[in-house]
């Protein structure tokens, strides 16, 4: 497709397993994003893979969380021993580095952590 | 540290008034500033921007003003219609890591 794709569009796990989210920016888009939010809050930046450079993993909450990306195409965002409050929409977003014109955001993957 | 604030969580308006969206920021090294629109259960969409070069951007409806002095911007939709119905979210960024920084959101409800 021609937008940024992310699955699964819902996720229902039990506290203390494992989650893999997954992101497929538009093609050709060095940039990279994800971001949380959890209810009735803001957007929440997690990490930022930025071409070759470094991912600025600034954002990430704890070391329960990882995430991965190879070259230009798929990152996956990892969770560990999910928690109730890793409850959120997780959003990915894609730009070509450089273009400051706006992110193009995915719809999001819903995780409720019972 | 909320680099960028969004103070007012919800704005309601009459349909074909106007409404004001602020923000405000923290950190002098922004240098580019975007407003993006999220309805439920959809990703944000990209509204508006406006460079530090400049104090206002225009595009329709939609005017986006910058107060550097200030570290404030606005988003100024005119005329409202119940269409623009969303959480509009202030977004900032700076030239060196392009990073973009989400402030909290404020739901716009256009009464029709």
């Known amino acids: 497709g021609a937008g940024v794709s992310q699955s699964p569009s819902n996720k229902v796990t039990e506290k203390g397993k494992d989650v893999e989210l997954r992101c497929d920016p538009i093609?050709?888009?060095?940039?990279l994003y994800w971001y949380r939010q959890r209810l009735g809050q803001g957007l929440e930046f997690l990490i930022y893979?930025?071409?070759?450079?470094?991912?600025?993993k600034s954002g990430l909450p704890s070391d329960r969380f990882s995430a991965e990306r190879t070259g230009e195409s798929v990152s996956t965002l990892t969770i560990q021993r999910t928690q109730q409050e890793d409850s959120a929409v997780y959003l990915c977003a894609s730009s070509l580095i450089g273009d400051r014109s706006g992110a193009f955001f995915g719809q999001g993957t819903r995780l409720t952590v019972v | 540290d909320q680099q960028v604030k969004q103070n007012s969580p919800s704005l309601s308006v009459q349909e074909g008034r106007i409404s004001i969206l602020n923000c405000d920021y923290t950190n002098s090294m922004f240098d580019y500033f975007l407003w993006y629109k999220k309805y439920p259960a959809e990703g944000p969409t990209f509204l508006i921007s406006?460079?530090?070069?400049?104090d206002k951007n225009e595009d329709g409806r939609f005017t986006v003003f910058l107060n550097k002095s200030a570290k404030h911007l606005s988003l100024h939709i005119v005329p409202s219609q119940p269409g623009d119905s969303a959480v509009y979210f202030c977004?900032?960024?700076?030239?060196?890591?392009?990073?973009?920084?989400f402030g909290t959101g404020t739901l716009l409800a256009v009464q029709p």
């Open positions: 893979f930025q071409g070759n450079s470094a991912p600025d």
């Open positions: 093609s050709g888009h060095t940039a």
């Open positions: 406006i460079s530090s070069i400049k």
């Open positions: 977004a900032a960024s700076d030239g060196a890591t392009n990073k973009l920084i």
